[in-house]
Every structure is written in structure tokens, then in C-alpha cells.
């Protein structure tokens, strides 16, 4: 755009310059020609009045001798390098430089010859009748005592007059030529020279407005741009600065909304999503690509939410509601106006009560399973005091057998207390470990030791996989022997006899993995990721013989000493119990 404005006024430009220059070179050439003429007239005048001079006394004898006349106009020719033709009064050639002069017409009418015997000089420019060529003719009458006696002419051919007069015009063209020439570059130059700071802005402001905010700042010339330069540096600078700020805050605000837990929508006047973060993806099921700048209703898709919105938008106030939604998160969802800072925009949040609806599950189902396992004891208890009370007592024998009764459930009520105070010191961090190197193979072995005889009875085959290699582990040994013996415990107990329980370690890059693996009955899916809670056991009625709390042990002990585990297992195929603790 702004080149063809250029180019627009610089080709006009250009042609009137040019066409100056042809004007004044016509004007020039013209006035070179017409002075050029003027001097040559002249000259050929005074030159014709000298040979006059000179001829007269041969013109003034009775018989003139034009033998020496004609010798005479040769000579003059050659030291004049001009025509020369002398001319007696009745127009007879008498002497003649260019031609056999007996040969040649009589010249009484000759134009010049005419006006010189009228007016004394004479002088024209036209075609030669004897030579065949354009001539500048000046002829001079000459007298004595009042009477002409004769006529001299000098004459030049015109082509000499021509070429002599472009020459002249040769040499002032090139001469103009060069100068306009020269103007012209040393116009471009400078306007080159004063524009070039202005096509360095240009190309600044240019930058600036694709982004470019980093570009360093431009050189401030001395001359008018200069403060126009040193004003773009700071407004530039100035822009940075700020826009670096704005990108300073929006990351802040990007990476709180990242990191919350708590699910954000911005839903503008028109019911457009404006802003999703990751919680409440995840809570909706939904992606921000597919979300944003979509109409909330079609994305979200749970009418819960949507009914909050609305009734946020027509009263205008902060509204408050609880839901499970599509995906099954429980949660508490607020809708507040977003007024004044964006008009008729709705802020969205919603908190996951998941877990903490999880935990209050969890703390019901303790204070259910606590008493329950209270109660069995406690009732036995009752039953066998009640026995003794109806007359047992009397009986020594039935007695002593009630009282061995009471002291095992006495026994597994402490044990049971015993494990829950354990267990909540463990949890609350209050149980010192004394964390040294341990020798896995050590652990291991200590922990069938322990359980060797119980497993035989239970007809079951126990191996040990554990190479002598392994390193050692960094732990706290008793702990984590009560943490192997807990979870063989458990594979004893729940693999019919006949069947195989492996017990083993493995290295992972820096850590020894632990595992006991049974093809007892398995877990299904559903118990899975409840089995490490306390009291949980999956078949209540049948496995009376635990209290559901080794594995809430278990996974307090390896977490504590930086592990952690998990397990895996099939339905009536078999469990593999996993855990694992840093090497030294
Ligand atoms: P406690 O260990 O306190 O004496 P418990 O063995 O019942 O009682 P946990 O060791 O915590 O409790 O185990 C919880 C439940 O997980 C068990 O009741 C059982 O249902 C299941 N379970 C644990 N280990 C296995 C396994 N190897 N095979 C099948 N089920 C298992
Ligand atoms: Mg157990």
C-alpha cells in the first residue's frame, strides 16, 4: 500500500523531471543553433568583407584578370575553409574555389547577391543550384567611387554548420544529462538517509503489533526522528513490562485453577462455557476443548448444575446446592455473579465430597464394626457368667472349663485393644522405628519360622523364593517381620489345604519388592480396594477367627518406613500380596 503511494508520486515525478530536461534541451539546442548561425553569419561577413578588401584593387582594372581572381578565391578558400565565389556586377562567376567557374550559372539572382546590391550585405541559407547542397551563403557588394564592382561570397556548407551545432547540443545533453543524473541519485540518497530511521519504526511498530515484545530497543538519530524513536523505546518498553505482568498473573491464576481441587465453570451472559479447569473435567467427564465456548447446557449435561446457574441468574445472588453427578462424584456446588468485573457471567464451583463422605462411611462402619466385634466376646462373656451364676460354680469341673472360656475371650478382647491402640499409634506416627539395614532373606526366613508349624496343619506347601544376592533393605526388622507374618498369616488362612503359598523378594532398580503369593480363595473386584481398611473382612460370618485389622497394620508399617502395597488377586485363584521397601 504505501510502496504503490510511492511509486504513484515517484513515477509522475521522474516523467516531469525527464521532460523538464527534453524541454530545456530543445529550448537550449534551439538557442545553441540560432547564436551559433548568428556568429557564423557574421563571421562569414567580416570574412567576406576582408577578401573584399584585399580583391578590390584586382576589380578596379579595366580588364580584370580572372586568371588571378579565381587563383585568388582558391587561396582564401583553403586558409578559410570556406566557399569562396567572387562575382562581377552583371551576376558573372569570375572567381569560383569549389568549381570550374566558366562552368557555373550566372549568379545575378542569387538571393544574397541580390540583397547585398541593394543593402551592401546580403546572406542566405539554401539548397546550392551548383554544388547540390544546403549552404549558408554571405555575400558583401563591393564599391568604388558609388558604383559595384563586384561581389565576394563566402559560403559553408550547412552539414558543417549542423554538425558543429550537434556537437554543441551533443555535449550539452550529456552535460545535462549527467547533472539531472546526479541530482536524482543524490535526491534518492537522502531522501534514502531521512526516511531510513522512519522504515526502521515502521518496521519496529510493525514487530510490536505481531507480538514481538522482546526486540531491542531502536538507535535515536540526532536529527527530528530521534525523539519519535527515543518515544516508540519507552512506549515499547513500557508494553513489555506490562504485558509480562499480565502473563505473570493469567499463569498464577492458570495454575491455581490447575492445581484446585475444587471444579470451576465461568458461564458468560449467553450460557457459553468461558473457562473450565482439570477438577471440573473430571467431575463432569468432560474436556475443555470440547467444553468452551459451547453452550453450558449441551456440555454439561446434569441438570443439577444447570438448574443452579439459572437460578443464580434471575436472583442475582450466590445460590447453593448438593448432587452425585453423571460420574459419580458427590458434591456441594455454589453459583455466585461475577458482577462487576464481568457482567452476567455466573462463577461455577463445586467441591468433591467423595472422600469426606467416604470417611464418614468409614468412621460409621468402624463404630459398627468396633462394637460388633465387642459384642461376640462380651456376649459370650455374659452367657458364661449367667451359666456359672445358675449353679455351674457349684459344679468345679464346668466351672473350671467356663473360666478357661472367659480367659480366651478375655485374651482376644485385649488382643483386640492391644491391636486397635497399636494401630492408632501407628497411624498417628507415635510408634519409633528403628530403621538399620536388614538382610530380606532374614526377614523372610524369620517370618515362616514363625508360621511353619500352622501352615503345615493347614496341609500347605510354603516356599521361599529369595536370592542370597539381594541387597540389603533400609527398615525397621521387627516391624516389618510383623508386616510379612500379618499377610502369610492371612494366606495360610485363606488357601485350602493341598494348596501352594510362595513367599519371596525380588530387586526393582532401588527397591526390594515382598510378596506372598496363595491359590487360596481370592478376592473379588468389589472387596479389593477395601481390604487394607480396619475391621474390614470380606465374608463377616465365616472368617471369625480375625478382627480385620492385619492389613490396616500391615499398610500403616510400609507406608511409615516409605513403601508401599498393594495386592492382586482373582476369585478362588489366588492372591499375591505386594510390598516393597527402599535398598540401603
Ligand atoms: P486379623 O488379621 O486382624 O486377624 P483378618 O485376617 O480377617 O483379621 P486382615 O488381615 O486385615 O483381617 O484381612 C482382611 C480381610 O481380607 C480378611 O478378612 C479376608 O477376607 C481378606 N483377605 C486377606 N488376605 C487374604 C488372602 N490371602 N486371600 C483371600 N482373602 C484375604
Ligand atoms: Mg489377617
Redesign the pocket.
Known amino acids: 500500500m504505501f510502496r504503490s503511494i510511492r511509486l504513484r508520486i515517484a513515477i509522475p515525478f521522474t516523467l516531469l523531471i525527464l521532460g523538464c530536461m527534453l524541454g530545456m534541451e530543445v529550448y537550449l539546442s534551439n538557442f545553441i543553433q540560432s547564436s551559433y548561425e548568428k556568429d557564423l553569419e557574421s563571421k562569414l561577413a567580416d570574412e567576406a568583407k576582408m577578401i573584399g578588401v584585399v580583391i578590390t584593387p584586382l576589380l578596379k582594372a579595366d580588364q580584370p584578370d580572372l586568371q588571378s581572381i579565381d587563383q585568388s578565391a582558391k587561396q582564401w578558400s583553403k586558409v578559410l575553409s570556406a566557399r569562396v565565389t567572387v562575382i562581377a556586377p552583371d551576376g558573372v562567376v569570375w572567381g569560383e574555389s569549389e568549381q570550374d567557374r566558366l562552368q557555373m550559372d550566372n549568379h545575378y539572382n542569387r538571393p544574397e547577391v541580390a540583397e547585398a546590391r541593394s543593402a551592401g550585405q546580403g546572406q542566405s541559407i539554401r539548397l546550392s543550384a551548383t554544388l547540390n547542397i544546403s549552404m549558408m551563403y554571405e555575400a558583401v557588394s563591393l564599391e568604388s567611387e558609388g558604383e559595384i564592382i563586384g561581389y565576394v561570397r563566402v559560403a559553408l556548407p550547412l552539414s558543417q554548420v549542423e554538425e558543429n551545432v550537434r556537437h554543441l547540443q551533443r555535449t550539452v545533453f550529456g552535460t545535462t544529462a549527467l547533472a539531472t543524473g546526479l541530482a536524482l541519485f543524490l535526491a534518492v540518497l537522502i531522501a534514502n538517509r531521512t526516511t531510513q530511521p522512519l522504515a526502521k519504526l515502521t518496521k519496529a511498530v510493525e514487530k510490536l503489533a505481531a507480538g514481538e515484545l522482546n526486540a531491542s530497543p531502536l538507535k535515536a538519530a540526532a536529527d527530528e526522528t530521534g525523539k519519535l524513536t527515543i518515544a516508540f523505546n519507552s512506549m515499547a518498553a513500557r508494553l513489555s513490562t506490562q504485558i509480562d505482568d499480565l502473563q505473570r498473573e493469567r499463569g498464577k491464576l492458570a495454575a491455581v485453577l490447575q492445581q484446585m481441587s475444587d471444579g470451576v465453570f465461568i458461564i458468560d451472559s449467553s450460557g457459553i462455557i468461558q473457562l473450565i479447569n482439570p477438577a471440573a473435567e473430571k467431575m463432569f467427564g468432560l474436556n475443555s476443548d470440547q467444553a468452551i465456548s459451547k453452550s453450558a447446557v449441551q456440555a454439561l449435561r446434569q441438570h443439577q448444575a444447570i438448574e443452579l446457574w439459572q437460578k443464580c441468574v434471575s436472583s442475582g445472588a450466590t445460590e447453593i446446592t448438593d448432587f452425585e453427578t453423571n460420574h459419580k462424584v458427590q458434591v456441594h456446588g455454589f453459583a455466585t455473579p461475577l458482577d462487576p468485573s464481568l457482567p452476567g457471567s455466573i462463577l461455577l464451583l463445586f467441591q468433591d465430597l467423595t472422600r469426606q463422605r467416604l470417611i464418614e462411611n468409614m468412621r460409621r462402619d468402624f463404630i459398627s464394626n468396633v462394637s460388633h466385634e465387642l459384642r461376640t466376646p462380651l456376649a459370650s462373656l455374659k452367657a458364661i457368667t449367667e451359666t456359672l451364676q445358675d449353679g455351674a460354680l457349684e459344679d468345679r469341673e464346668a466351672a473350671r472349663k467356663f473360666l478357661n472360656q472367659m480367659e480366651g475371650e478375655i485374651d482376644s478382647l485385649s488382643l483386640m485393644v492391644s ?1 486397635l491402640l497399636e494401630l492408632s499409634r501407628i497411624e498417628s506416627g507415635r510408634v519409633p522405628l528403628q530403621i538399620q539395614p536388614v538382610s530380606p532373606l532374614e526377614i523372610i526366613n524369620q517370618a515362616v519360622e514363625r508360621l511353619r508349624l500352622q501352615s503345615d496343619r493347614a496341609e500347605l506347601n510354603l516356599v521361599i523364593e529369595c536370592p542370597d544376592s539381594l541387597p540389603e533393605v533400609e527398615a525397621d526388622a521387627s516391624r516389618t517381620q510383623q508386616v510379612v507374618v ?2 502369610l ?3 495360610i ?3 485350602p489345604p493341598g494348596g501352594q503359598v510362595t513367599i519371596g523378594a525380588a530387586q526393582k532398580g532401588r527397591i526390594i519388592e515382598f510378596y ?1 503369593r ?1 491359590t ?4 473379588s473386584q468389589d ?1 479389593l480396594p477395601r ?2 481398611e480396619r475391621f ?4 463377616r460370618a465365616r ?1 471369625s ?10 499398610r500403616h508399617l510400609v507406608e511409615a518406613q516409605g513403601g508401599i502395597i498393594w ?1 492382586d ?1 482373582s476369585l478362588n485363584k ?2 499375591t ?1 505386594t510390598f516393597t521397601l527402599p535398598v540401603v
Open positions: 491391636e500379618n499377610i498369616h492371612n494366606a488362612k485363606f488357601t506372598v496363595d487360596g480363595i481370592g478376592i472387596d481390604i487394607f474390614y473382612k470380606v465374608d472368617s477367627s480375625g478382627t480385620g485389622l492385619g492389613l490396616a497394620i500391615a495386592v488377586s489366588g492372591s500380596f
